[in-house]
């Protein structure tokens, strides 16, 4: 007679998954998954600009010690909605230190999502394979359900696999916001005391969300942030309220007027109408320029500011012919975005597989 095997651990609850918690950096990336910029303060982020800085000047000056930070490490790219910079930097990075990069062939129409399968599934087959998995996923927490997930295949199997959000539908992008920070803190010198205006879908710009809490979590003292968007794409109360909150000494405005604070910001942060998130084409039609940065517009600027954007753009950066007098502007630094990009993301990679930079 064979004995039934007891099972080794009781399931877990029907809420494990929605109640899932990211755990804090607290000076230690190894092992870590990174879903929100929650998990970050003031000394793990100037960590993470100081490594991000040295893997930049190792890289530049053709170091090749780098190779072996991911050496024998796979990354898997999980991409469930469109991306060039976010996706290929992360591939970039993991190759650059020696790692190897894997993706379902074809992307992710191709895999088994195609047959139904859902994403607690599909996260712990990558997880099986891989040692970090960049997952972007239209979602909300998405990037939650499968940290949580992970772990409990990490219980099982006793391997450990982490994943790092490339952005949750409307909710967080944190490496974007990571490098953005970069950015700043790298052209500007810091953050105190600036004024930093968001412009654009503050309600769908996942990376407004993110660097918004982050410039709070950086404990940016006497800084000023402004939210420029239509009425209908505000920001979220809910960010609003976790800046003012972590960080009273941040002011914040709300305004539909961007000729109101553009000529005393030092941060324009431009971003697109995120049209693959309006149910309804006309209500898109209806704000799609309403906001549009122009070379005129810039001229309106400080000497000194910086002119972000995440990127891709589209109309809300006027014409081919716009794009290519804003691209010569001194402050246009989104080029840098998508450079800094890499390096923040080599650190943070290194950082998760506990790699000494
Ligand atoms: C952003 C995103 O995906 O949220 N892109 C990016 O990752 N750099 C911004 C956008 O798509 O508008």
Redesign the pocket.
């Known amino acids: 007679m064979t004995a039934l095997l007891a099972p080794t651990a009781a399931p877990p609850g029907p809420d494990a998954e929605v109640e899932y918690q990211p755990r804090a950096i607290e000076g230690d990336l190894r092992g870590r998954h990174i879903v929100s910029v929650e998990q970050f303060s003031r000394p793990d982020l100037d960590s993470l600009c100081r490594t991000a800085a040295e893997l930049r000047r190792r890289t530049r000056v053709g170091d090749t010690s780098i190779l072996r930070l991911a050496r024998r490490k796979i990354l898997a790219s999980l991409f469930y909605e469109a ?1 060039t ?2 996706d290929m930097s992360f591939q970039a990075a993991m190759l650059r230190m020696g790692g190897e990069v894997i993706s379902t062939s074809g992307g992710v129409q191709f895999s088994s999502v195609y047959k139904g399968e859902n994403l607690a599934d599909t996260v712990r087959a990558v997880g099986c394979y891989a040692d970090v998995i960049v997952l972007r996923h239209p979602e909300v927490r998405s990037s939650y359900a499968a940290a949580y997930h992970l772990d409990q295949l990490a219980a099982r199997l006793g391997t450990r696999c982490v994943v790092i959000s490339a ?1 949750d539908g409307v909710g967080e ?1 944190p490496s ?1 916001a990571l490098l953005d920070l970069f950015t700043i803190v790298d052209r500007l010198g810091d953050t105190d005391g600036l004024r930093i205006t968001f412009v654009g879908d503050l309600a769908n ?3 407004v969300h993110s660097l918004a809490k982050l410039i709070a979590l950086y404990g940016a003292r006497g800084a000023h942030l402004d939210f420029v968007s239509p009425g209908s794409l505000r920001v979220p109360a809910s960010v609003a309220a976790y800046v003012a909150e972590r960080a009273p000494d941040i002011t914040m405005t709300e305004t539909d007027d961007l000729e109101e604070v553009l000529p005393d910001t030092d941060v324009i942060y431009w ?2 109408v ?1 049209e693959e998130r309006f149910a309804d084409e006309a209500a898109y039609e209806g704000i799609a320029d309403r906001y549009v940065m122009t070379p005129s517009v810039l001229a309106r600027a400080k000497r000194h500011a910086i002119l972000m954007h ?3 753009r589209k109309h809300e950066m006027g014409t081919p012919a716009d794009h290519a007098i804003l691209d010569a502007d001194p402050r246009s630094v989104y080029f840098h975005q998508m450079q800094n990009g890499m390096f923040v993301r080599m650190a943070l990679v290194a950082g998760v597989l506990g790699a000494h930079v």
């Open positions: 991306s910079r976010t952005g992008h974007q710009g996942r990376t971003t697109r995120q995440p990127l891709p």
